[in-house]
Nanobody
Framework: QVQLVESGGGLVQPGGSLRLSCVAS????????MGWYRQAPGKQRELVAI???????NYADSVKGRFTISRDNSKNTVYLQMNGLKPADTAVYYC??????????????WGQGTQVTVSS
């Protein structure tokens, strides 16, 4: 079983910054990809950014140039640095981790979500 714990959400003014963190723990053998998704009220969950074990990144067009995803493989942790935040970025942000367990079972786990609110 793999657990994800997110932190770093909150209320910020437009133009401000926040840094989200997500730590994965449990029976992890390897992690293939770590990513962040978000879901605004009344909308579908969407990909924000993803990073592979090799460091390849992919971003939603709406956050390119403002958000940066990074990971610390030694700590099974993924970060999302969010700069230049806009009211449209308001959503619940979810961490997602895909990998395999020590029993060679593939997993895809979700965090509990952390609220990000951008408002003056």
């Amino acid at each position: 079983q793999v657990q994800l714990v997110e932190s770093g959400g909150g209320l910020v003014q437009p133009g401000g910054s926040l840094r989200l963190s997500c730590v994965a723990s449990g029976s992890i053998f390897s992690i293939y990809a770590m990513g962040w998704y978000r879901q605004a009220p009344g909308k579908q969950r969407e990909l924000v950014a993803i990073i592979t074990s090799g460091g390849t990144t992919n971003y939603a067009d709406s956050v390119k140039g403002r958000f940066t995803i990074s990971r610390d493989n030694s700590k099974n942790t993924v970060y999302l640095q969010m700069n230049g935040l806009k009211p449209a970025d308001t959503a619940v942000y979810y961490c997602n981790v895909r990998g395999s367990t020590v029993d060679n079972i593939a997993f895809a786990s979700w965090g509990q979500g952390t609220q990000v609110t951008v408002s003056s």
